[in-house]
Each structure stands twice: as C-alpha cells, then as structure tokens.
T-cell receptor, first 113, second 113 residues
Framework: AQSVTQPDIHITVSEGASLELRCNYS??????LFWYVQSPGQGLQLLLK??????LVQGIKGFEAEFKRSQSSFNLRKPSVHWSDAAEYFC???????????FGTGTSLTVIP | KAGVTQTPRYLIKTRGQQVTLSCSPI?????VSWYQQTPGQGLQFLFE???????NKGNFPGRFSGRQFSNSRSEMNVSTLELGDSALYLC????????????FGQGTRLTVV
C-alpha cells in the first residue's frame, strides 16, 4: 500500500540557517513524488516534483529535493531559510492511475529571527 | 490565468443537514479531485473526477458524493452531516488523469455544530 512518512512533526530553525525536511515513502512502482507547502488558512502550493531522470530536483523559492530510491526517501532542503518560509510542508506520492495523492502528515516549520 | 476557485470559503452547518461545495478548476483542466484535511487525520483523498466520470474513490462513507459537469466544474455533497465532518475541504485540478502535478484551491472550511 502507498504511504508517506514525515517523521518530524515540527521543526524550528533560525533565519539564515539550512533546512532539511525528511520524507520516506512506500510505493510499489516508480513513485511520482511531490512537496507542497501550506500557509495558514490557505490551500497547497507545489514546491517541486520528481517523475524521473535527475534525482536532484529544483523547485520554487530556492528549495530542492533529492530522490534516493535505495532509502525510499525524498528529502526537501534549502540552504538558507527566510522568515517567510514558516509554513506546513507536505510530502506526497502520486498514484500513476489518477490525480490522487497520498500525503504525509506534514512538518510544521517555525523560523526564528 | 485564474487558479482553482472554491466556494464558499467558509460554511457553518448543523448536524443532520447536507452541504454542497463547489470547485471550478483551472481553464483547460479536466481532472478534479477532492481532499479532506483535519488535524487528526491529515489530508485524505475523497474522490477524483475526469471528464464527468469518477475515476478513483477514497475510503469515505456514502454520505460523501460528488459530480463533475461538462465544463469540468465539480461539486461535492455531504449528507447527514456529523460533527466529525468539520474540516478543510480542498479541491485540486490537473490537466489529465495519471500522475501529474495538481493545483489546489484555497479550500472550503466547513464547521458542523
């Protein structure tokens, strides 16, 4: 069965520090992987996606993620966090049979000045 | 290009009532999916419609139903509302069925009292 695990419920980082959010997935076939961000009271915005090819993918707002098949991971990184990055981050795996996503439980990011 | 529009943004209903939520996808998008987001359960897939046909369905009771019109607009209906149905309901649109990026609306916040 498909599933996504985000082991960190909440992370606090200082502005300017680097960030890594962890994501592990379980999926029988080639995974289609996504990271979304959600600000309070808002919908989800796509940060980046991985379908195939280069395992290091670049996204918007300076984010990147690396797909590691051997570890079933798709961790999100940013070299220098800005206060505006404070939000909830969701990792998701997409089913190849439809517009259906399996989401992790999310990681809440707090940025301190 | 307009984004995904969900109406209404906020809704308060009484237990036992029914409710209809609306989603207008991005122009040209034919796939619409619905998700329920709650603090306890996270983001859960409800169903997906493509070209007026339900393609996938999540594990929700029959009180939750949906439909899609010829212009790709979609509605979801919840009958006999329960307190546990209080949630943020998110709609996502995509250009096609099959794993691809989805664009989310801002959601409808449903409160059942």
């Amino acid at each position: 069965a498909q599933s996504v695990t985000q082991p960190d419920i909440h992370i606090t980082v200082s502005e300017g520090a680097s960030l890594e959010l962890r994501c592990n997935y379980s999926y029988g076939a080639t995974p289609y992987l996504f990271w979304y961000v959600q600000s309070p009271g808002q919908g989800l915005q796509l940060l980046l996606k991985y379908f195939s090819g280069d395992t290091l993918v670049q996204g918007i707002k300076g984010f990147e993620a690396e797909f590691k098949r051997s570890q079933s991971s798709f961790n999100l990184r940013k070299p220098s966090v800005h206060w505006s990055d404070a939000a909830e981050y969701f990792c998701a795996v997409g089913a190849d049979t439809g517009n259906q996503f399996y989401f992790g439980t999310g990681t809440s990011l707090t940025v301190i000045p | 290009k307009a984004g995904v529009t969900q109406t209404p943004r906020y809704l308060i209903k009484t237990r036992g009532q029914q409710v209809t939520l609306s989603c207008s996808p991005i122009s040209g998008h034919r796939s619409v999916s619905w998700y329920q987001q709650t603090p306890g359960q996270g983001l859960q897939f409800l169903f997906e419609y493509f070209s007026e046909t339900q393609r996938n369905k999540g594990n929700f009771p029959g009180r939750f139903s949906g439909r899609q019109f010829s212009n790709s607009r979609s509605e979801m209906n919840v009958s006999t509302l329960e307190l546990g149905d209080s949630a943020l309901y998110l709609c996502a649109s995509s250009t096609q069925t099959g794993a691809t990026e989805a664009f989310f609306g801002q959601g409808t916040r449903l409160t059942v009292v």
